[in-house]
């Protein structure tokens, strides 16, 4: 497994590294800025996994083709296992990385400052479980309130981390900024803990006529047109959020089989409408116009001076 996140002495780099070991499979560290890498290491040690963000699966199929001249399925790689960012569980991103690859993507979710990747999918891929019930109590409350919510399916809010054995820097009703949906209390698997998806951080929200948006929510609707759309959006902010007056401005970028670009921005624009019930003026952009991350996707640029 070829690891293309960060290799610090964080939470979510040697706990990763070690993970990756005790499972039997070799652990090949490349860590980010180094797609030249990446490729070599795919082409001479055979990897058939990559550990990465779904922004950088993405990017490094566009990589591939643009500097290695290859199709990225020729790199043989079977696996994605994403996270650190909202993606990999939004079922149009899912889509376009196993089709660029031919490969399996599965979302996993943690923490830097508590846990690793605690949450993670099963076969069934209906959810990200939870796998740290004897290290780690969670509770889901109302990131406005502070209310906690019951864990049931279809609850919304903020999870909170409760550390249980940790002796170095034990945290209590720790607020993670991530807001999750939960999807779940059962599987097909057999696992009876709860699954749940990230739909983008509390922090990161807008307010649009009253109304909460979260900019992966953004990405999911345009990326519903794939391949009409590639998938890449930026949200364009003239003034400090979270406030946002309507329309909210939305840049993305045509995919190659788009014809009326007209037609498509108004489906573009009323799917936003129907879907996020908000108000939206897309800004269409021939594919690759918008900026490429080997880290974490930026979906939201500032046209505005920070003080």
Known sequence: MIHATSLTMFA??????????LIGATFVPVGTGASEKVVLYAKSLHATAIHCTPSYAIYLADYV?????????????????????PGAG????????????????????GNADMVPIIFAECQDQS???YNGQEYVYNEIIDPESGEVLPIETGVSGELIYTSLERECSPLLRF??????????????????????????????????LGVNVFPSAVRDVVSSFYPQ??????????????GVKPPL???????????????????????????????????LVPAGTLPRFEMKGQLIRKLYEER
């Not at 979510?12 to 070991?21: F, N, Q, T, V, W």
């Not at 939004?90 to 660029?100: C, D, G, L, N, Y």
């Open 12 to 21: 979510g780099g040697l706990p990763s590294k070690d993970a990756i070991e």
């Open 229 to 242: 759309m590639t998938g890449e959006v930026q949200i364009l902010l003239d003034q400090p959020g979270p």
């Open 249 to 283: 401005r939305v840049m993305a970028e045509v995919g190659t089989e788009a014809q009326d670009q007209a037609t498509l921005q108004k489906k573009v624009e009323e799917k936003i409408k129907s879907v996020l019930t908000v108000p939206a003026a897309v800004q």
């Open 65 to 85: 083709r643009r500097e290695a001249k290859m199709d990225p399925r020729e790199l043989g790689i079977k696996k994605f296992v994403c996270g650190a960012e």
């Open 90 to 109: 939004i079922p149009a991103v899912r889509a376009k990385i196993t089709e660029e690859w031919g490969a399996r993507v599965t979302e996993g979710l």
């Open 127 to 129: 959810g990200m479980h």
């Open 175 to 208: 607020r993670t900024r991530d807001r999750v949906t939960i999807l779940g209390t059962s599987c097909k698997c057999g696992r009876t803990s709860y699954k749940l998806r990230c739909v983008g951080r509390t922090d990161d929200m807008l307010i649009v």
